[in-house]
Nanobody, 126 residues
Framework: QVQLVESGGGLVQSWGSLRLSCAAS??????????MGWSRQAPGKEREFVAA????????RLADSVKGRFTISRDNAKNMVYLQMNSLKPEDTAVYYC?????????????????WGQGTQVTVSS
């Protein structure tokens, strides 16, 4: 079982930047066995895939809506995964969730993840 705790959300103006962090832990848990990722859910909308990173960090995947603006990375020595968000837009406003899975090398959908954090709110003002 893995526990995920997000941090770094907040209120930012359009074109601003935020860096989300996710700390992973667990009693019988090896972080480097997990592909990690981020998803988001805006009010009244379904949760959508944002980004994923393979267990080694050697491969990443980004949703088309965030390509060129967001970057996902991980530090296996610290059991951390990050989402650097630049050039933020009001449509990026959502609760952002950290997610993990051992079932996929590089997830591409929300349903590929099996563990979730509680989420952190990101609000982008125009």
């Amino acid at each position: 079982q893995v526990q995920l705790v997000e941090s770094g959300g907040g209120l930012v103006q359009s074109w601003g930047s935020l860096r989300l962090s996710c700390a992973a832990s667990g009693r019988t848990f090896t972080f480097s066995n997990y592909a990690m990722g981020w998803s988001r859910q805006a009010p009244g909308k379904e949760r959508e895939f944002v980004a994923a990173i393979s267990w080694s960090g050697g491969s990443t995947r980004l949703a088309d809506s965030v390509k060129g603006r967001f970057t996902i990375s991980r530090d296996n020595a610290k059991n951390m995964v990050y989402l650097q968000m630049n050039s933020l837009k009001p449509e990026d406003t959502a609760v952002y969730y950290c997610a993990a899975t051992t079932g996929y090398y590089l997830p591409r959908e929300v349903t590929h993840f099996t563990s979730w954090g509680q989420g952190t709110q990101v609000t982008v003002s125009s």
